[in-house]
């Protein structure tokens, strides 16, 4: 054979296996390059919360009648604190200075004298309603509003209204809640003798066009001699909630085309331990239920029946508090929780994966909390009248290896489930983010595919 064509051929070998060995080399470090791609984008999803205490400082004189802290909030920019007091005054503070930026007295809507007895949020995130001392209610609105100048400095000015009355009753009621939604006007009381009183003020109009206001109002005393020791109310004021010192829970509907009814009666706690705090989950699906062994428990309803009626039943457990839970703040943006137990311990919470975000605590005990809207701050009001602001860091609560590859019990679904459906039209949604769904397809798809090559 030709010696030289000898070499040449075996320089082409040579060339091949170098080649191909590259090529091989170059197959495996572009998938090693890709896992860790993966890995790095994802990591960050398990990434635990963080929270920095951003600004602290005094608001109120805790020993002074007139000075007790009824309410807290914090602007989405974490810019402004505020607070409402017992004598009626919102305290807008800078906390970048921890000075107080300004003042704005409440309008009582009864007696000039009245002052405020509580105050519970309504709902949206930025309106509360105040019961007075004289029984009289109203719906009270905080709002900030970005605005920006010619030169495109952002500023953010805030106004105080009140968007509904109600006048004074009497006897005083225990506690009381209002609601506004499309052309009606609801007011929830708790009244001294245990009942639960719904006034619905609808705006209706006649076939010219012209509008009147119509009152209608309900007595409810279903509860029986089961003291109520938790009220909640939905956000368009239609579904009334609420929990009994023996664990039950009265659900009742106040729909537009008919009288107010009890829905169902739920036992929801068999050693009967007494309700202390309820709260509608963002979307006014879910039910927040506190109880006085530090508990804290999701509900909705769910199909039991034929008929398709929906009962309510325990769906997630979250962080338990060493003692009785006092109040619940849900999120506004998403399915997230704040609890406050008797002890002044914060938990932060996120229902659908049941993750424990963070606990929040300071030097002395929390009374109050408030929640930004963006979930990207918490405000805290201290049994001493400091307030502490916290920064959040929380991208991804909603991650958890449970809701990647277990099955989930959703809103709305009637059994937990393997779902993906990462987003939807409405902003309450709940993100499903199961990847047991895509890893079956694939491999589905792969086997098929294989079948089909073959």
Not at 28 to 38: A, Q, T
Request: proline share 4%.
């Amino acid at each position: 054979m030709d010696q030289s064509l000898l070499k040449r051929i075996k320089r082409r070998d040579r060339l091949a296996r170098w080649l191909i060995t590259a090529g091989g080399f170059s197959v495996i470090f572009c998938v090693i390059f890709i896992l860790v791609l993966i890995a790095e984008v994802s990591l960050p999803l398990f990434k635990d919360p963080e929270a920095e205490i951003f600004a602290k400082y005094k608001v109120a004189d805790p020993v002074a009648d007139d000075d007790q802290i009824l309410a807290t909030g914090v602007d989405e920019y974490l810019e402004n604190a505020f607070v409402i007091n017992s004598a009626g005054r919102v305290r807008i503070f800078d906390n970048n200075t921890s000075e107080l930026r300004a003042e704005v007295k409440l309008d009582s809507p009864g007696s000039p004298a009245a002052l405020p007895r509580r105050i519970e949020w309504g709902g949206d995130g930025s309106r509360f309603s105040t019961q007075w001392s004289d029984g009289s209610l109203s719906l009270d609105h905080i709002h900030f509003k970005t605005s920006f100048d010619d030169e495109g400095m952002r500023t953010l000015p805030f106004e105080v209204t009140q968007d509904v009355v109600f006048p004074a009753v009497t006897p005083v009621p225990q506690r009381s809640l209002a609601r506004i939604g499309d052309g009606r006007a609801v007011r929830v009381d708790l009244l001294q003798d245990n009942r639960v009183r719904v006034l619905r003020r609808l705006t209706v109009s006649d076939l010219f066009g012209n509008e009147s206001t119509e009152e209608i109002s309900h007595v409810l005393d279903d509860a029986g001699d089961s003291a109520i020791t938790a009220l909640a109310l939905d956000t368009h004021g239609s579904d009334i909630y609420a929990g009994t010192a023996d664990g039950r829970l009265l659900h009742w509907n106040v729909s537009e085309d008919r009288d107010a009814q009890l829905v169902e009666t739920v036992e929801a706690f068999p050693d009967q331990r007494a309700i202390t705090a309820l709260a509608l989950v963002y979307g006014d699906i879910s039910l927040a239920v506190g109880d006085e062994k530090g508990g804290v428990t999701t509900w909705f309803g769910v199909r039991e029946t034929e008929e398709g009626e929906r009962r309510l039943r325990l769906i997630h457990k979250l962080r338990s508090h060493i003692e009785a839970v006092t109040e619940l703040v849900p999120s506004q943006r998403d399915k997230s929780l704040l609890s406050i137990g008797a002890d002044g311990t914060v938990h932060y919470d996120y229902m659908t994966s049941e993750r424990h975000l963070l606990t929040l605590s300071g030097m002395h005990p929390m009374r109050l909390v408030g929640l930004s809207s963006r979930n990207n701050g918490v405000v805290g009001i201290d049994e001493r009248g400091e307030a502490i602001v916290w920064k959040v860091d929380n991208p991804h609560p909603e991650i958890s290896f449970q809701t990647l590859f277990g099955k989930v019990w959703y809103e709305s679904y009637d059994e937990p489930a393997y779902v993906w459906q990462s987003s939807s039209g409405s902003d309450d949604f709940e993100p499903k983010m199961s990847l047991t769904p895509l890893i079956f397809g694939t491999i589905k798809g792969t086997a098929y595919a294989m079948l089909f090559a073959v």
